[in-house]
C-alpha cells in the first residue's frame, strides 16, 4: 500500500476476503469502493460500504464506477468462478481483457493480462491483498499446536513438488500426497473441489494438501489461500495436514483456521520451496 491511502478499488468476488480487506480500510480511515461481480460475490459483502454490482463481462461499467468514485489503487479479492466468454457477454471494453486468445491461458495468464491492461491502459495502480493485509500471509513453521510427524515429511516433500509443477504449466497451485505419491491435483474447480472429491472416494488414511503459489506468477492476483473450509475438507478427506509456502500465501481468518485445525488434529506449516 502506499503511504498516501489513496481510495481502494475492490474488485471482489466470492468468500470472505473482500470483507476483510473492507474492514481493514474502515480501521485505517481508508476510503473503499466495491465491485461486486453478480454471481460471485457474496451479497453480506457489500452491506454498508459504496459499492456496485456488475456482470463479469461490464468492463466498461466497472471502470467507470471506479473512476466516479475516485478509486486509484485496485485490488482483486474473492473466489471467481471462470466463465466461458459467452457466458461474459463481454463489453467493448472486456474484449481488451480477452483479446489475442488469452482466455486460453492459465489463470495466471489471464490475470497477468488484466493487471496489465488496468494499469498501463486504464491508468489504476494494482496491488496485491498481501499489500493491503501483510498479516495474512503465512509465517514460515508450523502453526498451531499440531506438528508434521516423521510420515508426513515425505509426504509434504511430494506434494510440494506436484504443486510446483502443476504451477509451472499455469493449471493450479495444489496438490495432495499421500504414501509418497500424488493422489490429487487442483483443477479449474479450486482447491476445495478436490478434496471433496478426494473425500467421497476416499481410499485411505493420512498425506498432505500442498498449496504453492505457481513459480512466476502474477503475486497481485490470485495468491495461493487456505481457510476454515480448507481445514475441514481437509479433514474430511483424511489428510493429516496442510503446508503452504511461506510468505506466499494466505491464511483468511487465522485464528479460526488454527482453532479448527488443532480441534480435528491436522498441522498448518508455512514452507519455503
Do not use: Y
Request: contains cysteine; glycine residues 14%; hydrophobic residues 45%.
Amino acid at each position: 500500500m502506499t503511504g498516501e491511502r489513496s481510495k481502494l478499488g475492490i474488485l471482489a468476488g466470492g468468500g470472505e476476503l473482500p470483507r476483510l480487506l473492507i474492514q481493514t480500510c474502515r480501521d485505517q480511515a481508508r476510503g473503499v469502493f466495491v465491485v461486486a461481480f453478480k454471481d460471485q460475490c457474496d451479497p453480506q459483502t457489500t452491506e454498508g460500504v459504496d459499492h456496485v454490482w456488475v456482470r463479469l463481462g461490464a468492463a466498461g461499467q466497472a471502470i467507470r464506477h471506479l473512476r466516479d468514485n475516485g478509486a486509484e489503487e485496485l485490488v482483486m479479492a474473492g473466489r471467481i468462478q471462470r466463465p466461458s466468454v459467452a457466458a461474459l457477454m463481454p463489453d467493448t471494453r472486456a474484449l481488451k481483457f480477452i483479446a489475442g486468445g488469452v482466455m486460453n491461458r492459465g489463470d495466471d495468464g489471464l490475470l497477468s493480462h488484466i493487471v496489465e491492461i488496468l494499469e498501463t491502459q486504464e491508468g489504476f495502480r494494482m496491488v496485491g491483498v498481501h499489500d493491503v493485509m501483510p498479516e495474512l500471509l503465512s509465517p514460515e513453521g508450523v502453526i498451531g499446536a499440531v506438528h508434521p510427524g516423521a510420515d508426513s515429511q515425505a509426504d509434504i516433500e511430494t506434494a510440494v513438488h506436484a504443486a510446483l509443477q502443476l504451477g509451472v504449466a499455469d493449471r493450479g497451485q495444489a496438490a495432495v500426497a499421500r504414501g509418497g505419491e500424488v493422489v490429487a491435483l487442483e483443477d479449474k474447480d479450486g482447491t476445495d473441489a478436490m478434496l471433496k472429491r478426494l473425500a467421497e472416494n476416499r481410499k485411505g488414511e493420512g498425506g498432505v494438501l500442498a498449496k504453492m503459489v505457481k513459480p512466476g506468477q502474477e503475486r497481485r492476483a490470485d495468491l495461493p489461500a487456505i481457510g476454515q473450509a480448507t481445514i475441514e475438507n481437509a479433514h474430511a478427506a483424511g489428510l493429516k495436514g496442510i503446508a503452504v509456502e511461506a510468505g506466499g500465501s494466505i491464511i483468511v481468518g487465522r485464528a479460526a483456521v488454527v482453532d479448527s485445525a488443532d480441534r480435528l488434529g491436522l498441522f498448518v506449516v508455512g514452507v519455503r520451496p
